[in-house]
């Protein structure tokens, strides 16, 4: 079957423009992720949704990073006004709930300049 | 709070040996899971094997295990008969079961198969 999509595959912006990634779950997967992880480390937790509300924000770094989900389907991550700092690979993962196995999408590879 | 430590930067091994990578989870939680995963060049991250700490036997998952020292708090992972299709970045991660199922991942090691 089809696994975790993500969109798109890379992204260049500018500084201080807003970018949308999206993740697209396997059909069935109540719980989605967001994770970061900057060039050379390991992933950071940023958002985790149970259906489509967000019971554990606690790892978006700031107010210019926000997310929805619309239902148990697709997921948008938006950075608005982007700065260098933001500059990572953005990957997404779900499972059918929060002590399942956690399938990953191919990630965004955001770059600012 | 959970800190999940990788010390090891690279690994290097030879095809058919073995190689093993060190992790160390520490949290004050005493229900968790703990998690191997592998990530080559394509950025997909792959789970390589789970292990739940009110378990203590190891897991296995064919040439891959694990030696989980709970009050050690190491959780190493053994590759055995090393493949070329091994080489990846291969990242130890863990979740409390107060935690929402967020992972907490180490830095990752770097593994190197020669021929």
């Known amino acids: 079957g089809a696994g975790v999509s993500q969109s798109p595959s890379n992204k260049v912006t500018e500084k201080g423009k807003d970018v949308e990634l999206r993740c697209d779950p396997i059909?069935?997967?109540?719980?989605l992720y967001w994770y970061r992880q900057r060039l050379g480390q390991g992933l950071e937790f940023l958002i985790y949704?149970?259906?489509?509300?967000?019971?554990?924000k606690s790892g978006l770094p700031s107010d210019r990073f926000s997310a929805e989900r619309t239902g148990e389907s697709v997921s948008t991550l938006t950075i608005q006004r982007t700065q260098q700092e933001d500059s990572a690979v953005y990957l997404c993962?779900?499972?059918?709930?929060?002590?399942?196995?956690?399938?990953f999408g191919p990630g965004t590879r955001l770059t600012v300049l | 709070a959970q800190t999940v430590t990788q010390s090891q930067p690279e690994m290097s091994v030879q095809e058919a040996e073995t190689v093993t990578l060190s992790c160390t989870y520490d949290t004050s939680e005493s229900d968790y899971y703990l998690f191997w995963y592998k990530q080559p060049p394509s950025r997909q991250m792959i789970l390589v094997i789970r292990?739940?700490?009110?378990?203590?036997q190891n897991a296995t998952e064919n040439r891959f295990s694990v030696n989980f020292q709970k009050a050690a708090k190491s959780f190493s992972l053994k590759i055995s008969d090393s493949q070329l299709g091994d080489a990846a970045m291969y990242f130890c991660s863990g979740m409390t079961t107060d935690s929402w199922g967020k992972l907490q991942f180490g830095a990752g090691t770097q593994v190197v198969v020669t021929p």
């Open positions: 059909s069935g997967h109540t719980a």
């Open positions: 993962a779900s499972s059918y709930g929060r002590y399942n196995e956690q399938f």
């Open positions: 292990q739940e700490a009110y378990k203590q």
């Open positions: 949704f149970q259906g489509n509300s967000a019971p554990d």
